[in-house]
Nanobody, 121 residues
Framework: QVRLVEHGGGLVQPGGSLRLSCTAS????????IHWVRQVPGKEREGISC???????YYADGVKGRFTISRDSDKDTVYLQMDSLKPEDTADYYC???????????????WGRGTRVTVSS
């Protein structure tokens, strides 16, 4: 019902910032809770943030105060603003759509292809 695409990854120095975006190449994000999930190759996926269809936001403890999730309904886009980046934030970042926000597990039915974030000197 929806096809997701992420943009905005890249190489940044520790302490720097990046803004990721999630859009729908098919369908719409309007009716879903949109998650940001990250994964280091060979390790378990980690849910880090979610914004509900009504705009309620959630954050994992490790990114609270540094990352901000937001939704632009007119552009049908969800953003993840990442500030004060650390080397431990290096991972592939995915957006995922589900009926409800849940930072535990990976049960959302729709996923993007991911975008790579590398934090290094």
């Amino acid at each position: 019902q929806v096809r997701l695409v992420e943009h905005g990854g890249g190489l940044v120095q520790p302490g720097g910032s990046l803004r990721l975006s999630c859009t729908a190449s098919e369908g719409t994000l309007a009716y879903y809770g949109i998650h940001w999930v990250r994964q280091v190759p060979g390790k378990e996926r980690e849910g880090i943030s979610c914004i509900s269809a009504r705009g309620v936001t959630y954050y994992a403890d490790g990114v609270k105060g540094r990352f901000t999730i937001s939704r632009d309904s007119d552009k049908d886009t969800v953003y993840l603003q990442m500030d004060s980046l650390k080397p431990e934030d290096t991972a592939d970042y995915y957006c995922a759509a589900g009926h409800f926000c849940s930072l535990a597990g990976a049960n959302q039915p729709y996923w993007g292809r991911g975008t790579r974030v590398t934090v290094s000197s």
